[in-house]
């Protein structure tokens, strides 16, 4: 099974794919509860990725689907309305296989080049890249709270969407751009560069833009229900509110060679601080915290050590740390470092 694009016709290509879906989701079943019985320590990436291509040829094909429907305004039935949304499901779950379950305790390191490859399909017939990190040592992202990640393409746009929660999406390149609705009709666009918020209000229909002819990342902190909090325009959930806002956070220097950014987030569904870390050459940062601790290499490449143990990491790598274990990062280069405090 290879995900990518799909040509669709008509509605009997639309009938053909499902049809074709349905014979395969026992392999959907099969799939989930291997990864129910998966324990940390013993995941190999190579299975990871094996069980990811299944939920990815389902998922980028019931997408193009939703989108090729939505476009022609086809009718499907209710049965088959709810064999979709049924399939879809499980190819997600699949999909949202906690890969912190790849580490090997006290400490170590998610290499990017061992992380799944997924795409999310924009309705304006491009797609992203898309990967997550659960903050825990569950099976399901959704177990527990997570990060998500996109790698925007030049000029990319996301599908029309919202959720009932509130969502802050950090920027982690240039410049990226908010589209929203606050009238209802009316399209206001709100900007915001490297290393700062987009904050879109619980039920705001939105949509993220790349402007730029380059590649654009960003990262959303999600509590548990938030990862299956997510509705097309062609079936929003209620909409209450209609704002957004960039939220531009607090810098303080620790000493010559670093600086601290905080992002001191509240509201009913959320209540964390977000810190990006930024180490000139050279610098040593020592830690230890009474909780699992989790970063992302926004940029740049370090070396992580804990007594006997050293790893070297680099962009886009996930650093996974178990309570009260005491390291030292060595900045190799200038680093940017993407954390949750608790």
């Known amino acids: 099974m290879q995900a990518g694009f799909i040509k ?75 064999e979709i949304k049924r399939l879809s499901f499980k190819a997600d779950k699949i999909l949202r296989e906690n890969i912190v379950l790849q580490s090997i305790p006290p400490l170590d390191v998610i290499k990017y080049k061992h992380v799944p490859v997924r795409h999310s399909y924009s309705m304006y017939g491009e797609r992203e890249q898309r990967w997550g990190y659960g903050l825990h040592k569950n099976p399901f992202n959704e177990d527990g709270n997570s990060v998500t990640l996109a790698n925007t393409p030049p000029h990319y746009t996301q599908s029309l969407h919202n959720h009932t929660l509130s969502e802050y999406c950090l920027i982690l390149d240039t410049s990226t751009e908010a589209i929203f609705f606050p009238r209802g009709k009316e399209e206001k666009i709100c900007t915001t560069n490297e290393s700062q918020i987009l904050h879109f209000f619980a039920t705001t229909p939105h949509t993220l833009k790349n402007p730029l002819s380059k590649y654009s990342r960003n990262i959303t902190y999600k509590q548990s229900t938030a990862l299956i909090d997510w509705r097309p325009y062609s079936e929003l959930n209620e909409v209450k509110l209609n704002r957004a806002s960039v939220v531009k956070g607090s810098v303080s220097r620790i000493n010559k060679t670093q600086t601290h950014k905080l992002f001191k987030i509240k509201d009913r569904y959320y209540n964390y601080t977000l810190e990006i870390i930024r180490l000139d050459k050279g610098s040593l940062y020592k830690k230890v915290h009474p909780y699992d601790h989790y970063i992302f290499v926004i940029s740049g490449r370090l070396t992580i050590s804990h007594k006997d143990i050293q790893k070297k990491c680099r962009k886009n790598d996930f650093i996974v740390i178990d309570k009260a274990t005491k390291y030292v990062i060595e900045a190799d280069t200038f680093c940017r470092l993407y954390t949750i405090r608790k």
Request: net charge neutral; charged share 30%; proline share 0%.
């Open 8 to 82: 669709f016709n008509n509605e009997a290509d639309i009938l053909k794919k499902c049809a074709e879906l349905l014979t395969h989701e026992q392999l959907l079943d099969d799939t989930i509860n291997e990864i129910s019985l998966l324990i940390r320590g013993e995941v190999l990436h190579e299975d990871t990725i094996r069980r990811s291509k299944i939920g990815s040829y389902f998922s980028a094909t019931i997408q193009q689907i939703g989108n090729f429907v939505d476009k022609r305004s086809i009718k499907l039935t209710r049965e088959r309305k709810t």
